[in-house]
Nanobody, 123 residues
Framework: QVQLVESGGGLVQAGGSLRLSCAASGRTFSSATMGWFRQAPGKEREFVAAINWSGHSTYYEDSVKGRFTISRDNAKNTGSLQMDSLKPEDTAVYYC????????????????WGQGTQVTVSS
C-alpha cells in the first residue's frame, strides 16, 4: 500500500515557477513508476510527466517539455515536479500517482493517487 500527499501548489503569475512535492509512505514506492497528472475544470485528467523507479528514465507531455522537470528521491520517499515558465493553460489540480504499469501516460496504469494540489497561473 502506498499513500501519496502532494504539496506546493498555489497562485503564480505567468512566467513564474512552482515546485510541487509528493510525499510517499509505503515500501513499494521506491519500486514504482511515479507520474504527475493534472485536471482543469471541465476537462479530463491528463498526463504531465513520469519517472521510472530508478529515476534514470523520464517522459513528458509535449506541452510541458523544456519547462517542467520531474525527479524523485527514493531514500526520502519523495518526488517532485519543478514547473518553470508557467502559462495560464497550466492552471489545474495536479495529482501525484504511483504504479507499475507499462504505459506511463495512461492514468489507469497507476494504482495509487494523492488528493491533488491546486495550481493557478494568472495572466
Amino acid at each position: 500500500q502506498v499513500q501519496l500527499v502532494e504539496s506546493g501548489g498555489g497562485l503564480v503569475q505567468a512566467g513564474g515557477s512552482l515546485r510541487l512535492s509528493c510525499a510517499a509512505s509505503g515500501r513499494t514506492f521506491s519500486s514504482a513508476t511515479m507520474g504527475w497528472f493534472r485536471q482543469a475544470p471541465g476537462k479530463e485528467r491528463e498526463f504531465v510527466a513520469a519517472i521510472n523507479w530508478s529515476g534514470h528514465s523520464t517522459y513528458y507531455e509535449d506541452s510541458v517539455k523544456g519547462r517542467f522537470t520531474i525527479s524523485r528521491d527514493n531514500a526520502k520517499n519523495t518526488g517532485s515536479l519543478q514547473m518553470d515558465s508557467l502559462k495560464p493553460e497550466d492552471t489545474a489540480v495536479y495529482y501525484c500517482a504511483a504504479g507499475r504499469g507499462a504505459h506511463w501516460t495512461n492514468a489507469y496504469e497507476y494504482d495509487y493517487w494523492g488528493q491533488g494540489t491546486q495550481v493557478t497561473v494568472s495572466s
